[in-house]
């Protein structure tokens, strides 16, 4: 059971409000880049790393790499407006077949274990994400108007990875592309198709760091992994 994996992490960090890629920022004196990046090059199960990056910032990852002795990213190609594009990008440059993951670069807590579950999934399947149980209750709001109360037992937090068979993924973002789809993750393209998408139990841990108060968060996961 082998895998790829496409590697977003061409954004701008906007909501992180740092004035750079959020990703440059580090945990423990490492970039956030290169915690996501060890996680697939020291994977057994990983044949290569596929990094979509903003031009802006080739030159300071490119060094990265080099530096943390990076050796599993087989291809970086530009990042596109949306992250969907990036990752179109970056998904026309596989040639393999089998299976390819989609992770976002800002989510480095991401284990192994779970990679493998959910890489085992999507061989089974064609399609498997990782998500948590919603812990909170959900409602749906109009005009600042509690519209209904959602069932929660049914309803889940999705995070990446996100794994597919390859040929299907393609198919998937050729049909949203046609369209002029945009959809918040990879599966909701594969839900498209009407294929069916399988789940598999994360981590609450997988966070995505996306706005300042993430760092403190990031600081105490990495505290308790210590221990
Ligand atoms: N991403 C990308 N290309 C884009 C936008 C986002 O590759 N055009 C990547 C980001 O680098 C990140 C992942 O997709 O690893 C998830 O995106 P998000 O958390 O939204 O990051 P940013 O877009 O950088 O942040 P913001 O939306 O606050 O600007
Ligand atoms: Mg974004």
Known sequence: MTYQVILPAAGQGKRMGAGKNKLLLTLNEIPVLIHTLRVFDEDEACDGIILAIHP??????KALLKKHKIKKVINLVPGGKERQHSIYNALKTV????????HDAARPFIQKEHIHRLTEKAVETGAAIIGVPAKDTMKKVQDGIVAETVERSSLWAVQTPQAFRISLLKEA????????FLGTDDAS?????????????????????????DLFFAEAILKKRSF
Do not use: C, W
């Open 56 to 61: 802006q910032d080739e030159e300071e990852f």
């Open 95 to 102: 040639k393999s077949a089998g299976i390819i993951l989609v």
């Open 173 to 180: 973002y050729d049909h949203a592309e046609k369209d002029q």
């Open 189 to 213: 393209l594969v839900e498209r198709l009407n294929h069916s998408v399988a789940m598999v139990e994360g981590d609450y841990d997988n966070i995505k760091l996306t706005t300042p108060e």
